[in-house]
């Protein structure tokens, strides 16, 4: 009986395969794309954005661009960098896509570099935050942010307001790393003094001895990268070990404080200030309309990972209109560099030389608006370039 | 007085550790059945508890005996669905029933309530620390050390004093003597399971504001939970309570004092308990 199924399950399979490679026939007037997003595993909630925002543009904008169909084929990969590298592969390979896009997580992005240079296949980045992404592969251009690029601003801005003894508390892995090393570069060159610096296992259960630490050295602030969803346990834990109310200051880059989790962190939340490329209450005209839009389709407002897989799948469609149609590698790839245009989060580019995104960085602070939590936004640095390349 | 505040902190955390891995030492232990699925019965008190609280407005208090409840239940339901066909199976066999069952428990939850990480919303009451002798201690980990300390003591009074608890070691250590004297041996380790399921509901439902509380929960902490009976020995329940209490504060102490090295202190001491007593702190020397 199971083997019955089985082998039933089995034709089934084939039969649909067969139906999938008769579509590919008329390749030429399909521009494919191959979206590896994780939409399971803990950072699924980023898979889950960036697809919404996909499926949201191509509502928005249709599926046809310079008489080209656009086909999204959504891959989960998990957050494992070998699924990633098999996935990529068999998109370019099988399916031959014309664009892979999407990587949430650093080592994804890298696992699929090679395989862009070698199928010369652009790779759009819509979240991976790590600087060194675009210098693995010509064919890298990247939506999403740097880590660096946030962390130095809030590194200068600590400065300038009076922050001279800070904590550092962050993720022990690439991104963490890279935001430890931008703030506190920027920060003592102002002038101010790195008391502490705990680096936190990616797997940490509880924040309690960590906090602690921070609280005996007594500083001004603690700067805090941790991946979003670990955020709102280190928030209620900060709040409960009575740091709120000791007059220490919460400030890091904005991963923290990402849209998606800020209202169920609760109102431990309210105060903290972070340097990040977006927030859902980004006030300019696009940016209402996109929230809007969002939140009448999938019932919940976006985050920064949902922006960058909107300007991600925009930057596709600007590309192909650009080259007329003509969507291999190269072409594509020659189109994006250079590219300016007003994304939900503000005036973004692509940088020419380093294919990567080039944005404004707000600082902003948590807030009630309406009863919920928002990162209002009261001061910007414009159009910051990723300094973790600047600095070659 | 910060060396009260780490003592008191790793006491919480290895009280947290022990409830959430009891109801395992009791299935692994008493009952001798590999049940690796524990976290995920954890995970759905875990789940109970903030539905309860966070969309329905329950009050934290009453929604924890819920936890408990609903977790046994569905413990119930599967062992006689499924686990009891298990007993007389290799080990191999239970851990690869009972991981398939994480999985498909992961996939479901995730299905259901979503990837996104779930916070408990708690009495103002249970927030913020209180001085005492200059340190400062944590409501909500006062409140779980007390819950917690009345449990083990409970736990233990029922094995070894009760009737059940005497029918119970009889089953697991000959069934077929003890259904001889009468003993309904089925119904004993039904309903052993199901309270061990329960227990774990009991400790996710609290662990969910320390640890957090997402679908891959019954992955993510069952290292800690086989450390814990592994290190405590599953004979009894005195073991894994001393081991949680070893372990939790070295950890914490362990994240404090030497942050370079805090993962690995709590490792560390699970190889060197282990190297001195192989078969756990209050192991039974002679095989079964």
Redesign the interface.
Known sequence: MLIGRRTLLHAACIAFAGATTSTVAHAEDTVKIGLIVPM???Q??TG?QIDNAVKLYMKQNGSTVAGKKIEVILKDDAAVPDNTKRLAQELIVNDKVNVIAGFGITPAALAAAPLATQAKVPEVVMAAGTSIITERSPYIVRTSFTLPQSSTVIGDWAVKNGIKKVVTLTSDYAPGNDALAAFKERFTAGGGQIVEE??V?L????F???L??AK?SKPDAMFVFVPA??G??FM??F????LDKSGIKVIGPGDVMDD??LN???DAAIGVVTAHIYSAAHPSEKNKAFVAAYKKEFGQRPGFMAVGGYDGIHLIYEALKKTGGKADGDSLIAAMKGMAWESPRGPISIDPDTRDIVQNVYIRKVEKVDGELYNVEFDKVDAVKDPGKTKK | M?LL??LF?GVA?GMLLFVLACGLAVTLGLMNFVNLAHGAFAMAGGYVCAVLVNRAGWPFFAALPLAFLASAAIGAVLERLLYRHLYTRSHLDQVLFSVGLVFMSV?AV?YIMG?????M?LPEAL???IDLFGG?I?R?RLIIIVICGLLTIGLQLTLAKTRFGSRLRAAVDDPRVASGLGINVPQVFALTFAFGCGLAGFGGALSA????L?P?FPL??MI?FLIVVTVGGSSSITGPFLASLLLGIG??????YL??L??FVIYTIMIVILIWRPNGLFGRTAAR
């Open positions: 399971t595993s803990g699924a909630s889950k705990v680096k296992p797997a940490n259960p509880d309690a001895p960590f602690q630490r005996d969803g670990q709102g346990n209620k834990q709040a409960e070990r009575g998606d989790l169920s962190m609760g | 910060t505040t780490i902190d955390y996939a995730d990837s996104s990480r779930v916070f919303q927030q913020g620390q400062g944590g909500y504001e320390i640890l957090g997402d891959y993510k902490f800690y950890d914490v102490a362990g994240k404090y942050p370079k805090g993962p």
